[in-house]
């Protein structure tokens, strides 16, 4: 085993539902942001940005869900 600098031992891969939220709520927001630029509509640009990004930083799958569940909600009632 080789010792990185800067990097814990302790760090874990993270579960199979965090791993398809992560690509579930990325797939969706990287469409929003698609429609977002065609349409030159601010709004689902955000929120595109952030359903692709936020689950780097989120470990917990009801989290991870229910932050998606929120922001793909957002999609919805902000619509122009």
Do not use: D, H, Q
């Not at 539902?17 to 689902?44: C, H, Q």
């Amino acid at each position: 085993v080789i010792a990185m600098p800067g990097l814990s031992s302790s760090m874990e891969m993270p579960s199979f539902s965090v791993l398809f939220a992560g690509l579930l709520f990325g797939g969706i927001g990287f469409v929003a942001f698609r429609y977002g630029r065609k349409t030159e509509n601010w709004k689902p640009m955000v929120t595109g940005v952030a359903l692709m990004v936020y689950p780097y930083f989120i470990t917990n799958a009801l989290l991870v869900y229910g932050i998606g569940a929120a922001l793909c909600a957002s999609l919805y009632v902000f619509r122009e």
